[in-house]
């Protein structure tokens, strides 16, 4: 059982930067993938980010491709998101998940879900 708790969201102006964080309980962090995602308002949740279990490999939706930047510390079993250059279009409810692989991750095949945090970027 993983329990992950996000934290880091608020209002930010266009343009701006916002760092995100995701805590994990369990001695199993390190063997997970682990992803974030957002939820825009009225619309279906989409994939963001994910990062292999190691931290070596990385994925990123084209949206946000060149802008975030995910990263892992398996010493805090603790997941980040820096989000730069931040756009209204990336106002959404962020999530982080634990995965069994970076492919699981990346689909949307997560075993754990966070409660998520709010992120809102005023134009």
């Known amino acids: 059982q993983v329990q992950l708790v996000e934290s880091g969201g608020g209002l930010v102006q266009a343009g701006g930067s916002l760092g995100l964080s995701c805590a994990a309980s369990?001695?199993?962090?390190?063997?997970?993938?682990m992803g974030w995602f957002r939820q825009p308002p009225g619309k279906e949740r989409e994939f963001v980010s994910a990062?292999?279990?190691?931290?070596?490999?990385?994925v990123y939706a084209d949206s946000v491709q060149g802008r975030f930047t995910i990263s892992r510390d398996n010493a805090k079993n603790t997941v980040y998101l820096q989000m730069n250059n931040l756009e209204p279009e990336d106002t959404a409810v962020y999530y982080c998940?634990?995965?069994?692989?970076?492919?699981?991750?990346?689909?949307?095949?997560?075993?754990?879900w966070g409660q998520g945090t709010q992120v809102t970027v005023s134009s």
């Open positions: 369990g001695r199993t962090f390190s063997s997970y993938a």
């Open positions: 998940a634990a995965a069994g692989s970076l492919v699981a991750a990346a689909r949307n095949s997560c075993n754990y």
């Open positions: 990062v292999s279990s190691s931290g070596s490999r990385t």
